[in-house]
């Protein structure tokens, strides 16, 4: 069941039609309307959020042109049957290492960088876990449709050393997993990476 509330997807659909229309309108007319149309989406954002309009504007204007899902990378590494988490300083809950993809990275290269610069491991990504919606099942994104891409990575060397994001870094078995970070890793994901460390056969989950 999604927890994702109905002003957020309303928000959403209202921004991405703006940004769609502004980036194919032919005329000033079309253009105004769909800046007015982009402002009503940013005061919805802001009065559910707290954040400034400044704030929200700045979200919006960060993918110009049409709008399309962001990618969350993860990388799922396990060590003697349990998994490698980080602690989030944002919020001191913990997750799978990874973020957002850099524009020119290979999927699997993103989730290897994330997993090295996050919790200090080298590591190979050997399969895709999943495909998963970030807005389903976990606490969404604010203000972004995102997908999030979880590989499943061998760890090749180097040792636990977090960076400045992280407070700390440590491995869970399944049935002692810490508070999560629902935005960024939540229990339901968690439950498919040890499938897949059960079961190297099982196929990619995907919603």
Not at 102 to 118: I, K, L, Q, T, Y
């Amino acid at each position: 069941m999604s927890t994702r509330p109905d002003w957020l997807t309303w928000a959403r659909k209202l921004q991405a039609l703006a940004q769609n229309g502004l980036t194919y309108a032919q005329n000033e007319y079309d253009n105004e309307r769909y800046r007015q149309l982009q402002a009503v989406a940013a005061e919805i954002f802001a009065a559910h959020t707290g954040e400034t309009l400044a704030t929200v504007e700045q979200w919006f204007a960060i993918q110009p042109g049409y709008a399309t899902p962001k990618v969350d990378v993860r990388g799922a590494c396990f060590r003697d049957g349990k998994i490698l988490l980080v602690r989030e300083r944002s919020d001191g809950r913990w997750c799978l290492p990874g973020g957002w993809a850099d524009v020119g990275d290979m999927p699997s290269n993103a989730a290897e960088r994330e997993v090295h610069e996050e919790a200090g491991f080298e590591c190979l990504a050997q399969k895709v876990i999943g495909v998963f919606d970030c807005n389903r099942g976990g606490e969404p994104s604010t203000a972004f449709h995102a997908f999030k891409v979880i590989f499943l990575c061998e760890i090749t060397g180097g040792g636990p050393h977090p960076d400045h994001e992280i407070l700390e870094v440590g491995f869970f078995t399944r049935d002692d997993l810490p508070p999560l970070s629902l935005a960024r890793t939540n229990a339901v994901w968690l439950a498919e990476c040890f499938a897949h460390l059960d079961d190297p056969h099982r196929p990619t989950a995907f919603d």
